[in-house]
Structure formats: C-alpha cells, structure tokens
C-alpha cells in the first residue's frame, strides 16, 4: 500500500473548505477548529498536499510527554525544543507542517511557538542576513541530505527556509547536552554559532505563541516560520503531528 493512503479520504470538497488559506497566506499559519479526530486531521492536512512519511516512516507522529528530554541539549527544561524549521536536510523540507490537539497541557505552557521568517529578517542585520542567503552549508538527512543556503526562495518568489539552533551550535539536530563542539566542527563555524544566538534571542522576543485547542489543528508553512515548543508539565498532552509535502501551495 501506498504511504500516501493510510487514511480513507472524506468529500474533498468539504474538506477544502476548512482550511482558511488567505489566512494561512497572510500569516503563514492557521488554526482549523472543531476537527473530529486524526482521520479528519489528515484529510484538512492532505488537501495541502500530499501526506509524507516522518522520522519513523509513518504519515502521523505522536507527540507526548516524553521523561528523556531532559538530557537532551535541545531541551533546555522539559520538553521545550529550540528553533527550527521541520526535517531542513530533506529534499523537499516538509511543505507544511501540523499538529491536531487531542489533549492540551492542563497545567500551564505546552505553547507551539512560531516565527515568520519575514519578521525575523526585518530585525537581523544586513550581514545576518547574509549569513541566511548566502553561506551554504550540509543539513544531514536521507540520501545525504542537503547542501543549500538556510533561506532561498523556491522559484516562484516563496521563502524556502532551513533552519537548525541546534545544528549551528552543536552540529547535531539532537545533541547531548553536554555537547561542547569546538568551532572548527560547526558546519559555518562561529559565525553561524553567533547567529543561532542572535535568531534564538529574537525568537523569543519576536514570537507568536499558539495554545491549540482541543480538537483543534495548528497548520503552518514550514518553509516560511520557525518553530519551537515551550516547557510543559502535563504528562497527558498528546498532540498527533502530520508533513505535508508535495509543492501544493495554498
Ligand atoms: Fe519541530
């Protein structure tokens, strides 16, 4: 069976009408409400593009309270993960990336944050910006991953960005905490390891913080915002994640 056919698809007429592009377009995210459950989640998902298989080779990924995050470097308290954009080394990078809310943490936090790429270049300077445009670099991935510049367009005008904290300051997109990677291993060395810092300090200034709701679907442009996820306590959040890939634009 196909990977693309895990999930029977409703009348895609209806499920085209659910997703407010002009809004996923002005904003580079939308948040779809009162979604039924997983199934409904992939057909609103899947009328962006077509499904991808993630990290596990599955059409959905589980997002749970996960106890080991502590150790990692990406966590720096539990849970939060710092910013990127989704899978920068494969080819395409997801198209869009989603999260549909079975359970929200109830305890505070468990915020999706989210960057536009347009306000982050608004507010680095010329040289930064270079650093984006113009210093091409390897994102690891399948098949060898990806050497390219962290922000390019895709032919038709729109932002194709890859972007990795994580990467530029320990080259590894999960490194051990620990991780004390000298310079000359960094893939831009400390240049890029200077603007990590930078586009982290004006992540957390700059953000939008979203709380989806329960039964609700958050759906950003992959290509254009940063992500990141903020600390969270609540052992029962549970949010299931979807790629859409393909080069269907809204
Ligand atoms: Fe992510």
């Not at 990692?72 to 989603?98: C, F, K, M, V």
């Not at 936090?109 to 306000?119: A, F, I, K």
């Not at 991935?141 to 904290?165: C, H, I, W």
Request: include cysteine; charged fraction near 25%.
């Amino acid at each position: 069976m196909s990977p693309y056919c895990h999930f029977a698809s409703a009348s895609a007429e209806s499920v085209d009408r659910r997703v407010d592009r002009h809004r996923l377009e002005e904003d580079g995210y939308v948040v779809v409400h009162d979604v039924a459950d997983r199934n409904a989640a992939a057909d609103v998902v899947g009328s962006l593009g077509d499904l991808v298989p993630q990290y596990n080779g599955r059409l959905t990924h589980e997002v749970t309270y996960r106890p080991g995050n502590d150790h990692r470097a990406y966590s720096q308290s539990a849970n939060t993960i710092l910013a990127h954009t989704e899978a920068p080394g494969w080819d395409p990078s997801p198209a869009y990336l989603a999260l549909f809310c079975h359970r929200q943490a109830r305890c505070g936090g468990g915020h999706t944050d989210l960057l536009d790429v347009r306000r982050l270049v608004d507010a680095l300077t010329p040289a930064e910006v270079g650093v984006l445009t113009d210093a091409e670099l390897n994102f690891p991935g399948p098949d060898g991953g990806v050497r390219t510049t962290m922000l390019g367009s895709d032919g038709t005008g729109r932002s194709a960005l890859r972007f990795s904290y994580n990467l530029l300051t320990a080259a590894d997109y999960d490194p051990p905490r620990a991780a004390d990677v000298e310079h000359s291993r960094l893939p831009l060395g400390e240049a890029g390891r200077k603007l990590a810092h930078r586009v982290s300090d004006l992540f957390h200034e700059l953000r939008t913080r979203v709380l989806i709701p329960e039964n609700a679907l958050l759906i950003w442009d992959n290509q254009r915002m940063l992500h990141a996820r903020s600390e969270y306590a609540d052992r029962s959040r549970h949010l299931t994640r979807f790629w859409a890939g393909g080069r269907t634009r809204a």
